[in-house]
């Protein structure tokens, strides 16, 4: 195991940041594996996932058992993790930008084409090396004029090249569910029987640019630019891992999560060893553009009739917002049927808040997916 420090650029006058790297396996290797952990700073099951996930490695590591080299990055945001209002973490916005830690990573499109243009032809594999080096050079040009800038930079360089990337967040209160690429959806399916996710949100372009999309759609943007001229293939499945609530903090838990990454990682072929069987997919993959944010329309006291991991129809009551004063209670309806996969922890609700989440089966919304 290497481990490598990244300081951050633009850190105020006496003061120092940096992202720490822990390098598993043979550096440089062709193949790689980049693991992340807690972005959104305060979402911390990922943080203990990577804590065990890590002893792992280093187990297999001393077996000889790594056929690839395995970058994992437990804290993926040190400025997040400093930021707290009142014993308040503040793990999810920038305190000084408000930007959210998971939008606005740069897109790598452009530069790379301008690479590899006239120097792709039918050898897939061929390929994928040209585009990995087009990568590497495309992020290390990004430039980054705050901390926030080297930050996504410092996390963008050390998994663009990666074969798998997954980034570990959590919910509020959840059941276990991954965001990933339409185009990707076969490749992410073992992770997410392995995991046991009960939903997985699919789009092409969720909007604002978060991390795992910035890693992988350079890929599906390729092979759509050169269509039947050059054999391009998904060659970065990045995921969004939602380790289900805030709260799901535990080590059974993250011992288990650990276990299934690696069996994920054993499936691939990254980690020698004999794949176990596949457990059945416990829910479909749906469109992130069918997923729809309750919101209520009054402040008030929020009271749920549902919970995350149940079925619900369309028009039903999932939860009620009671007036403490007014003394009334207004229902919330979702519009669509499916998995309640996602709920909000607070239980006080200004009106215009998103409280839960639906993975209905049909597209219905355009722009931007992702709420802030
Ligand atoms: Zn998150």
Known sequence: MQQHRHPLDHTPPGTAREVVSFHYGELGSARKVYVQASLHADELPGMLVAHHLRQRLQRLEDEG?????????????????????????????????????????????????????????????????????????????????????????????????????????????????????????????????????????????????????????????????????????????AVTVELRGQADVSHALAEADADALIRYLVRRGLVAGVATPLPPLLGPATPLAGSETVRTPVAGVLVFARAPGEQVAAGEVVAEVVDPLGGGATPLRCGVAGLLYAREPGRFVAAGAGVCKVAGASAFRSGKLLGE
């Not at 084409?113 to 080096?133: F, H, K, P, S, Y």
């Not at 998994?159 to 959590?170: I, M, T």
């Open 65 to 237: 058992a790594l056929r690839a080299e395995v970058v994992v990055v437990p804290v993926a945001n040190p400025i997040g993790l400093a930021q707290s209002m009142l014993r308040t973490p503040q793990g999810r916005f920038e305190l000084h930008s408000g930007e959210n830690f998971n939008r606005h990573y740069p897109a790598l499109f452009a530069a790379v084409l301008r690479r590899v243009e006239g120097t792709l032809g039918a050898d897939a594999a061929a390929n994928a090396r040209l585009i990995r080096a087009a990568l590497r050079e495309a992020a290390a040009e990004c430039a980054a004029e705050s901390e926030l800038a080297s930050l996504r930079k410092t996390l963008l360089a050390l998994a663009c090249d990666a074969e798998v990337v997954l980034d570990l967040h959590c919910d509020g209160e959840s059941v276990l569910h991954l965001y990933a690429g339409t185009a990707i959806w076969e490749e992410v399916e073992p992770l997410a029987r392995d995991l046991g996710a009960q939903a997985t949100l699919l789009a092409s372009e969720s909007g604002d640019n978060p991390f795992d999309e910035a890693c992988s759609q350079t890929w599906w943007q390729l092979a759509a630019h050169f269509g039947a001229r050059a054999a391009v293939p998904m060659g970065c499945v």
